[in-house]
């Protein structure tokens, strides 16, 4: 019987919710601003249970000694000083701005340019002209490139000066963009639109309960 509370609430907000992007009657509208003032209330709560979940796992590495436990303590270090100085002087502290741009800034600089070199590989490893369709991504891939340099337009009229297009390179990159790449993108995008109302139908109706834990 606990679960049918939840179950009961998604239910009817879901509902509720539906019904007010479909009416602009007053009501309706006032319904939606109230619906989303309380989630405004309650996305504080979820910071808090999520903090508590960080500790708790970081709390259980350190405790068994698993592999780089060591950076838990990293983690509660880093979280002990920014609370201790940014609770009392709040955000912006000249201490708590320094943290942020010469700590955070260049750890999260260096996370994304990690990924340069996993994008590099995975490059190499799909644009092995080996099939058609990788045959087209190599050319398609060389010819954005080419067109996103300085040098793109000056390279294009020199080896295909036969082809009537001046700044060909740019032009060639601008029209895969706006064709191909975005008719894709916009099947991408309805896929993914698709998926989410039907993932929606399922929680509204109580079909997917996986957000309640357990085995149900």
């Known amino acids: 019987m606990k679960r049918q509370g939840p179950l009961a609430l998604c239910f009817l907000f879901g509902i509720a919710l539906i019904f ?44 068994r000694r698993t592999e780089h436990w060591q950076y838990s303590l990293v983690v509660f270090v880093g979280m002990a000083v920014m609370v201790l100085i940014g609770i009392p002087f709040g955000p912006q502290n000249s201490i708590v701005e320094w943290l942020y741009n010469n700590v955070q800034v260049p750890m999260d600089a260096t996370m994304f340019s990690l990924l340069a070199f996993f994008i590099a590989s995975a490059a190499y490893r799909a644009f092995r002209a080996r099939t058609f369709e990788a045959t087209l991504l190599l050319v398609t891939a060389m010819i954005v490139m080419i067109g996103n340099v300085p040098v793109g337009d000056l390279a294009w009229n020199t080896v295909l000066s036969w082809i009537p297009l001046e700044d060909g390179a740019s032009k060639a990159r601008q029209w895969i963009l706006d064709i191909p790449n975005l008719a894709s993108r916009r099947g991408i995008i309805l896929g993914v639109s698709l998926g989410v109302i039907s993932q929606s139908i399922r929680i509204i109706l109580g079909i997917e309960r996986s957000y309640l834990g357990g085995g149900d």
Do not use: C, M
């Open 20 to 63: 007010t992007q479909f009416s602009p009657h007053s009501v309706s509208q006032k319904l939606y601003e109230e619906v989303i003032d309380w989630g405004l209330i309650i996305t504080p709560f979820a910071l808090v249970l999520a903090v508590v979940t960080l500790i708790e796992t970081h709390i259980t590495r350190v405790r």
